[in-house]
């Protein structure tokens, strides 16, 4: 069955020091990915996505992410965390072929605290 | 642009009540999804339409729920009758008709069935 691992429930960093937020899926073919963010009492958020092309997908925020094919991943970063940036984090897929139904897995989130 | 607009933003109802949901999306939008969002969850896809068409409600619980997209516009997502574990966030999402775009997503209507 397709699916999307973010393996880390919660994690914690300090202000100003990097952050990686971690998501491997399992889908078949070159599939599309997406991270969205949450902040709390409001909606989804689009941060970035990959299609094709250089592994190193910059997105809003400051955020980058890196696609990595063997492994199947696709880990959300940021060099210089801030305070404003806790949130909870949701990796999605779509597989390549969804055709017309552009539906997405969603992983199961990371809550990212960065303390001051 | 303006964004997916819903409403109300939070519902509390009594088991066995209906309720109904209300979204816009971004215009120009022809795909639109409801999501629940379980607290602790990531969403789940209840139903999409591709402008007034339904492309998957696999995992819409017919019984009780229906939505509709009449002019290709706003949708409405209805509950009858509610359950306690109903109680969730919906969310309503659009996208363009490209395949390559990202959902867009409301602000949520949050439910409580007491």
């Known amino acids: 069955a397709q699916s999307v691992a973010q393996p880390e429930d919660q994690v914690n960093v300090a202000e100003g020091n990097p952050l990686t937020v971690k998501c491997t899926y399992s889908v078949s073919g070159n599939p599309y990915l997406f991270w969205y963010v949450q902040y709390p009492n409001r909606g989804l958020q689009f941060l970035l996505k990959?299609?094709?092309?250089d592994n190193l997908v910059k997105g809003s925020y400051g955020f980058e992410a890196e696609f990595n094919k063997s492994q199947t991943s696709f880990h959300l970063k940021k060099p210089s965390a801030l305070v404003s940036d806790s949130a909870l984090y949701f990796c999605?897929?779509?597989?390549?072929?969804?055709?017309?139904?552009?539906?997405?897995?969603w992983g199961l989130g990371t809550s990212l605290a960065v303390n001051p | 642009e303006a964004g997916v607009a819903q409403s109300p933003r939070y519902k509390i109802i009594e088991k066995r009540q209906s309720v109904a949901f209300w979204c816009n999306p971004i215009?120009?939008?022809?795909?639109l999804y409801w999501y629940q969002q379980i607290l602790g969850q990531g969403p789940k896809l209840l139903i999409q339409f591709q402008n007034n068409g339904v492309v998957d409600d696999s995992q819409l619980p017919k019984d009780r729920f229906s939505a509709e997209r009449l002019k290709g516009v706003d949708s409405t997502l209805k509950i009858q009758p509610a359950k306690l574990e109903d109680s969730a966030v919906y969310l309503c999402a659009s996208s363009s008709t490209q395949p390559l775009h990202e959902q867009y997503f409301g602000p949520g209507t949050r439910l409580t069935v007491t």
């Open positions: 215009s120009g939008h022809a795909t």
């Open positions: 990959y299609i094709t092309g």
């Open positions: 999605a897929v779509r597989p390549l072929d969804a055709g017309n139904n552009r539906k997405l897995i």
